[in-house]
């Protein structure tokens, strides 16, 4: 029997298990197969492997809820039907929600392997090793030094409830790749990084490009702090898809709309809030995304506009929020959205264009932003720093390594009337969490944006 067939079939039978004792209850399973490379010093520092089966089991009675979580194996049957019993037990002394939660009636079984490729899923670690040798290849020396990380596994998501017969199941397959060369003695830091859904997203040569590129200017260029003030600045797409990420939590979320941790307003649908040259979308047609095209309550999804040419166009509603705050969910109960930032018209594609690109004035080049954290919600103010690789066009052609700066600013004027262009061309990010369950999650953006006018609040005097 399958993986697959046994998860199923566990499935069902604690779904059986659960009815015999009149309980009212969903089951999700999260199983998977993670591995880790990392890098450092130009050596192997730990290279490792986990195999792990979650299981949650919600009980429901009336406006109460429990949730009892359990790390268990596929075949200890009866350590999850006591699981069971230990969250209808929980639930009777729950204390009674404001609201009635919903347990949907799933319509369908839904079975989606369409995120898995066997051929990413079959690398050794013979294979990461080569994609690292390529990677760097003649880029190390003494002074300068390879750490990264190889992050790669599988990931099975499947849940039932007993209001229905029917279960959904999700497996998908990713990779991601981070590599740093930093130097020993002037402690600058330079980055290239790649998302992998399917075994051709891996190209060690990009990434070679990339590092070489960046190696030349640091090792060739003058370094300098910079004035405070406000720049023009050109963001790679590490920094939009984290600043999106944020967006997300703070913007265009219904439940943190209607808990004050909003920039936006039910009131504001429909008004132009940010630059006509922004489209945001959750698309789950897009692959790379490692998209649910199902959500977990059952809804179909579809292409969700958030914000179309600037107008923003509603907000996003999972279940649990909706009923709380009497909304319709949007689809969008699932473990992360599929958020696609659109294209603008600007061919320049890559680093080395924007640096021959012609300029009427200095321009910042930021392609990552360090421990970014939000400074105030309701306003959409948040505050980052610079790192790895950040790069200072003059307009005179000259090209200077700045230190290290802090932007602190309003994603609303971020992503507003500042911005100039956005590039044609677009990349998968990957922005999945290093800690808890593995959750592959890539957001596309364009390749560059520029925004002009954003204030620098600090500036380091060294790297």
């Not at 492997?49 to 075949?75: C, K, M, P, W």
């Not at 039907?81 to 230990?86: K, S, V």
């Not at 590599?179 to 600058?188: E, G, I, Q, R, S």
Request: with cysteine; net charge negative; glycine share 8%.
């Amino acid at each position: 029997m399958s993986v697959k067939d046994k998860i199923l079939e566990t499935l069902a039978g604690l779904r059986a298990y659960a009815r015999k004792k009149g309980y009212l209850a969903s089951l999700l399973c999260h199983e998977e197969d993670s591995s880790l490379m990392r890098f450092a010093n130009s050596g192997v520092s730990l290279n490792t492997s986990e195999h792990l089966f979650r299981l949650n089991i919600t009980a429901y009675s009336g406006q109460q809820r429990a949730t009892f979580r359990l790390v268990t194996r596929l075949d200890s049957f009866e350590e999850m039907e006591q699981g069971i019993d230990t969250a209808a037990e929980m639930v009777q002394h729950a204390q009674p929600l404001t609201y009635q939660p919903t347990v949907p009636v799933l319509g369908e079984t839904m079975i989606d392997e369409s995120g898995f490729d066997a051929s990413l899923a079959q690398l050794g670690d013979g294979d990461k090793l080569r994609y690292f040798h390529t990677a760097v290849q003649d880029l190390e020396t003494q002074d300068l030094r390879l750490s990264g990380v190889f992050s790669s596994g599988a990931n099975t998501i499947a849940l039932t409830n007993t209001q229905s017969d029917h279960t959904l199941y999700f497996k998908t397959f990713d990779a991601q790749i981070t590599a740093v060369l930093a130097h020993a003695n002037l402690k600058w830091e330079v980055i290239a990084e790649q998302s992998a859904q399917i075994s051709s997203d891996l190209e060690p040569q990009d990434l070679h490009h990339q590092l070489a590129y960046l190696v030349g200017l640091y090792q060739h260029q003058p370094a300098q702090q910079l004035p405070l003030g406000r720049y023009r600045i050109v963001f790679g797409p590490a920094a939009t898809a984290e600043m999106l990420s944020i967006l997300e939590w703070i913007g265009f979320d219904g439940g943190s709309m209607k808990r004050g941790y909003s920039c936006l307003e039910g009131s504001q649908i429909g008004q132009r809030l940010f630059s006509e040259r922004f489209t945001l979308v959750d698309d789950p047609g897009r692959q790379e995304t490692f998209p649910f095209k199902v959500d977990l309550t059952g809804i179909r999804r579809k292409a969700y506009p958030i914000i179309q040419e600037g107008v923003f166009r509603g907000f996003v509603w999972e279940q649990d929020d909706a009923d709380e705050f009497g909304m319709e969910p949007t689809g969008h109960t699932v473990p992360h959205k599929s958020l696609v930032l659109q294209g603008g018209h600007q061919q320049i594609a890559s680093l080395d264009e924007l640096a021959r690109m012609p300029r009427d004035e200095d321009t910042l080049y930021i392609p990552y932003l360090h421990y970014m954290n939000i400074v105030n919600p309701s306003r959409g103010i948040i505050t980052a720093s610079s790192r790895f690789g950040a790069l200072f066009f003059r307009k005179d052609g000259a090209i200077a390594v700045p230190y290290n700066v802090r932007l602190t600013q309003s994603l609303l004027e971020i992503f507003g009337d500042r911005v100039e262009w956005l590039s044609r061309a677009t990349v998968p990010y990957n922005t999945s969490q290093s800690y808890g369950a593995r959750n592959p999650t890539a957001v596309i953006v364009p390749r560059l944006i520029e925004v002009r006018d954003l204030a620098i609040s600090h500036s380091n005097a060294s790297y």
